[in-house]
């Protein structure tokens, strides 16, 4: 103390407060994230699960909807190759 006054001191970082309140912001975010991903989709009506199961797509969350779709996607790619080597001989 100089002269009676209080000197004001500079903080430096963050308050230990302030990083969990960060961390609990990212971990709901995270949070939501997931649970949606993993969530089981809603399919509106049944004609459009019944065509899904017979294309051969898994409905039961939406990492199985993306896994089955890129199966699917590259089975075409795979034949569209395969017509084009034909094409090609």
Same mark, same amino acid.
């Given at each position: 103390?100089?002269?009676?006054?209080? !000197? @004001?001191? +500079?903080?430096?970082?963050?308050?230990? /407060?302030?990083?969990?309140?960060?961390?609990? =912001?990212?971990?709901?975010?995270?949070?939501?994230?997931?649970?949606?991903?993993?969530?089981?989709?809603?399919?509106?009506?049944? !004609? @459009?699960? +019944?065509?899904?199961?017979?294309?051969? /797509?898994?409905?039961?969350?939406?990492?199985? =909807?993306?896994?089955?779709?890129?199966?699917?996607?590259?089975?075409?790619?795979?034949?569209?190759?395969?017509?084009?080597?034909?094409?090609?001989?």
């Amino acid at each position: 103390m100089v002269g009676g006054k209080q !000197e @004001e001191v +500079k903080r430096a970082g963050f308050a230990f /407060i302030e990083i969990i309140l960060v961390l609990v =912001i990212i971990y709901l975010i995270a949070n939501l994230a997931v649970n949606v991903y993993f969530k089981k989709p809603i399919i509106v009506n049944k !004609e @459009e699960a +019944k065509v899904l199961t017979q294309e051969g /797509i898994d409905t039961t969350n939406y990492q199985t =909807i993306v896994s089955s779709v890129k199966e699917k996607v590259q089975g075409i790619q795979d034949q569209y190759m395969q017509e084009m080597e034909k094409i090609a001989d």
